[in-house]
């Protein structure tokens, strides 16, 4: 009998640490847009216990193209996963080194027409910057060693930017030909001959809006003139972003075409 026990025992404690435990998250109170490392052999997981992520849906940079945000993170061990978003639909737990932290993308060169009239404002080179965690930052935020480069004269300027750790350089350079691309327009003005569209469809997605499913057409479009034949499918979400930012927004405009 007293074995029995000492089983039932070691039973129930063996349950208790073998079944997975989920784990608290920190849920953020706005979306955090991401940068995906194109790189990165990271995997997005379906579920999170307290050992690791569970339920493999894929490699994050199948989807490096996407529009990636967070909107909460745990940290299991010494590592931190963030619940993911891509293109506006809940994707699953992602590692924070699948991201690209301390980082500064930056136009490397920029050539400028020779304009006594213009200011070139250098953060116009930033296309995007992050912070530690992998969350883009207002470019605003990023200092640059100089703020704008004119344009009234032959050039060349090495211009810093830095964020926290991240740093990143670009040339701005100023060409010496103050009359470069200039034409006289003395000739007079040729008219074509009128014509109109073969075909006219305004129309939005039956998917699109409220109550809307976002879901892909599923009825073609056939558009014919004389011999020729076309059948398209029009997909457009709505929506390619959470939160109040007008990244990803898109509204009735189609965003691709299947033919």
Known sequence: MKKLKIFIIIS???LFWVQPKSVSAKSFSSFQTK????NSNYRIYQGMTHRG???SVGLARTFKYGNFQASAVKKVGKSKYYFVWIDGHKAGWLN???????KISVVKKISLVNNPYYSFPTK??????TDSTGTVVNPNKVKASQDEVLSNSASEHKITFTYG???AHTVVEVRGDAQEEFGVADKPEQTGKSASSWFKHYRTSGNWGKGASYAPETKPHVLKSGSFKLKTYFYQPATLS????????????PEGMII
């Open 53 to 55: 992520p569970v339920g």
């Open 242 to 253: 959470q939160g109040r930012s007008q990244t990803g927004m898109v509204g009735p405009v």
């Open 35 to 38: 940068m995906i490392n194109g």
């Open 124 to 129: 116009d080179a930033i296309n995007f910057a």
């Open 12 to 14: 129930l404690m063996m």
């Open 96 to 102: 924070q080194r699948a991201f690209l932290r301390n």
């Open 165 to 167: 750790k991240a740093h």
